[in-house]
Each structure stands twice: as C-alpha cells, then as structure tokens.
C-alpha cells in the first residue's frame, strides 16, 4: 500500500505528465483530489494506481492508466448542466470523477460484479447522480437519452451508429474505434443533424466491446 506521502507524490507527478500533455483543467484537477483512487484499484495494484498502466480488476477485466481516463475525459469537456454515458463501468472510478463534473451520470457494464462493487463504492463516497446499471450497451441503448456526452472504455470496429439517437443535438462521443486486436483510434464524434462529425484524437489499445447478453457473473 502507497504512504499518504507517497501517494501525494505519484499524485503531482501525474499532474506534471497532464501540464507536459498540454491539458490544465481545474474542475477534472479538483474531481481527481475529491476522488480517492485507492477506493477503486484492488489492494495488490495500488503501488501502481497512479501510474499509465492498465490495471487487473475483477471479472478478467481492467481498467485503464490514470493518464488515459483523465485525457479521455477531459476531451469529453463535461460542463453542468450535462448527461452522461459511460459505457464500461469498471471499477466505477471514472463514473465517479464525471459525476463531480456533470449532473448526471449513467454507467453501464455488462458484469452484474463490476456493477455491484461499483455502486457499493460510489454510495460509500456519497455520490447520488451517478447511475450503475446492468445492461449490454454494444448497440447503444434504445429508449435512454439524450445524453450530452458519451464514452466508450471498449472498442468499437467500425462507427458506433446506433449510438447517434442517444445524443442530443452537438452531443459529443469518444469512442476507440478499429480493430479488437492491436491499435485503435481515439475519435471524438459530434452530433451533426442524423451523423456523426469525426476528429481522431489519438490512438489506443483497449478490449474489443463484446455485443452478447449481460453477464450474470
């Protein structure tokens, strides 16, 4: 486990590695101080919490490096007011920093347990507009929305499409997108009318988005 004063450490260094990325948000930069990470990353991991790797969680999953959330969310640019989507819940970390930004959030995982232990440790932080569901997302979510921002922890192989009606009008969506094995593309996609304006914003590797039935696991 990280000393108090170590974690502090990791914390400035990873402030210094967000101002070299050219991104100073003082909103995400005081989510990211009312959230502690540690709550979120299982006890064996957190001597590299705060680092750019991905992280094992329960279910086989992982969650990503703390660079990559807070670069992915701060291209989401959450202001109040706005309604959000997060597809992959994960440990629920990031719900939890979007819900500080946002005034609402709703986060989907297709595991019952990464929903379950999500919910448990956004309740123990107080946090209330932050909605954990169970449910399979990989064809968007008929009947929700609108939402003002979407995210997508999981890649999609061609244009996430069904995803276009559960935005509102100049909505914004960041998804990977490209093949499930090896690099993909970060895009950010702006509701245009019925279609999607695209900006590439980077490239990653993430876990393909599996369409099927939600887990009961």
């Not at 750019?52 to 202001?79: K, S, T």
């Amino acid at each position: 486990m990280i000393a108090p004063a170590d974690e502090r450490e990791c914390l400035a260094a990873f402030y210094l590695r967000m101002r070299a990325r050219g991104i100073e948000n003082r909103p995400l930069v005081a989510a990211v101080e009312a959230v502690p990470r540690r709550n979120f990353v299982p006890a064996q991991w957190r001597d590299v919490a705060w680092s750019d790797r991905m992280i094992p969680i329960e279910c086989g999953e992982v969650i990503e490096g703390i660079d990559l959330q807070a670069a992915i969310i701060h291209a989401l640019q959450i202001e109040p007011g706005h309604r959000v989507l997060e597809v992959g819940t994960g440990s629920g970390y990031t719900a939890a920093l979007m819900s500080k930004l946002a005034t609402r959030v709703t986060t989907v995982d297709r595991y019952k347990t990464l929903t379950e232990l999500a919910h448990h440790r956004l309740q123990a932080l107080d946090i209330d507009n932050a909605l954990v569901r169970q449910a399979d997302a990989s064809n968007g979510m008929p009947g929700e929305g609108p939402f003002d921002r979407i995210v997508c922890w999981a890649a999609f192989d061609g244009m996430p499409r069904p995803f276009v009606d559960l935005l509102s009008s100049n909505g914004v969506m960041i998804a990977p997108i490209g093949p499930g094995e090896g690099e993909q593309t970060l895009a950010r996609l702006t509701k245009v009318g019925s279609r999607f304006d695209r900006q590439d914003i980077g490239a990653v590797r993430l876990q393909p988005l599996t369409p099927g039935v939600a887990a009961a696991i």
